[in-house]
């Protein structure tokens, strides 16, 4: 009889984790019929209406399983950090309930054989060994950032390091990357005092389980990636990178019509639109859309243009698209008259859609991750404008160490209350997005070339695939 094996998943609930989670976990059902997954679903109050269509519309076949956990409540006015410990240690209960049912239908669907959880969510390693499987974390962003976070926590811990004293300095040598990475091109949540306790919880969190799964791929970051086996510090923790995971074509809940889009993209010619998009959260305030509007009209490239409307100031929404009549006194005046024939302002719309299209050339970007692996597939050169969490990472990341982007601004940054460190000039966004565009550019012949290998890569013997069959192995050898 075949030998089964049921695995759960425990993401977080931002949307660009989600997303990246169930690929994976189709990506597992669809390489080995053995597993079952099923996928617990933590409903944080800030889940957003787009999020939930998102999860509403995913195809779920039989061996890929959904369970929507009850919502809870925490406490007003807790700040970021506490509200989001306070979340996951509510939902623990929840979770324990909903693994002990499952272990109960081990006749019809297998034995437990693993936990997998998302990196914020790593204090749930606890369900895991409470159940005696081992704890495999997902982590959404790459190899290189991994490596960073274990290194500081290394760096907090043993050296006695805190906030203040790597504000001192102005890069620091860290073993996955190949060249020194600047202080201010550390996540935001090292540099700040108040985070000191949730970041040495999150990333003491890291070290604990008995692998690492990783949206990331050896051809991309391959310095990286040698670091978790040559430097002692790292080679300890198993890690799996497997992706690019990214769903080439997605439903999303679109407040324009992207039909429009792509009809007007299909008119253009290629390579020669500039896509500007910051993600669910990216938004900026009067003074920086003015500085962007102007930069696009003195480019005179074509362009689409997300803008999305910033929630209140210290408030924890996600943006909302702007109504017409709000974007005609926002924009320089008669802004949308001139550029009608070469652009579209719209609201929140399928990135990788766009990204797709043999139009755009390139790629205005806060620099998350997935959008990186997106744009990196679809073979688009980055010009890049990090806002906060890992971004200004990744964006150095991208541009200094890969040779794969262009700079914007790598030290921008926005606080969790929405203010953000400067105003980016229209002269300097403007020189990125000529550069983006350059057809005969070394960046672009990059990008061309890791987008081939990250096709290749998820294909028989290609890393990734080698990878994602070693990590069954292990599961399925749990049983």
Known sequence: MMKKAQVVFIPSSGLSHLVSTLEFAKLLINRDNRLRITVLLMKSP??????????????ISDSLHIIKLPETSLPPNMDRASAMTAF?????????????????????????????????CTTMIDVAKEFSVPALIFFTSGVASLGLMLHLHTLLEKDNFDAAQLQQKNELAVPSFANLVPVNSLPSFILHKEWESFFKSYVGGLKKPDGIIVNSFEELESH?????????????????????????????????????????????????????????????????????????????????WSLRKPSLKGTMPAPSDYPLSDLVTLLPEGFLDR?????????????????????????????????ILESMYFGVPIAAWPLFAEQQTNAFELVC???????????????????????????????????????????????????EKSKKTLLKDGSSYIYLGNLIDYIINQV
């Open 224 to 304: 990286a990636v040698q670091s978790f086996f040559s430097h002692t510090d790292l080679a300890a923790l198993p890690i799996y990178p497997v992706g690019p995971l990214l769903n080439p074509e997605p439903k999303t809940k679109s407040s324009v019509d992207s039909d429009d889009i792509i009809k007007w993209l299909d008119d253009q010619p290629p390579s020669s639109v500039v896509f500007l998009c910051f993600g669910t959260r990216g938004s900026f305030y009067e003074n920086q859309i003015q500085e962007i509007a102007h930069a696009i009209e003195n480019s005179g490239v074509r362009f689409i």
């Open 339 to 371: 550029t009608t024939e070469i652009g579209k302002v719209v609201g929140w719309t399928s990135q990788a859609q766009i990204l797709a299209h043999h139009a755009i050339g390139g790629f205005v970007s806060h620099c998350g991750w997935n959008s």
């Open 46 to 59: 800030n889940t957003s209406e787009a999020d939930v269509y998102i999860i509403d519309s995913l195809s």
């Open 401 to 451: 160490e890969l040779k794969l982007g262009v700079a914007i601004a790598l030290d921008y940054r926005v606080a969790f209350n929405g203010e953000h460190n400067y105003v980016v000039t229209a002269e300097k966004i403007e020189r990125g997005i000529k550069s983006v565009l350059d057809k005969d550019g070394a960046v672009r012949k990059n990008v061309k070339e890791m987008s």
């Open 88 to 120: 996951l240690e509510a939902q623990k209960p929840y979770l324990k309930q909903a693994v002990s049912n499952l272990i109960t239908e081990e006749e019809q669907h297998g034995p437990l054989a693993a936990v997998v959880v998302d990196m914020f």
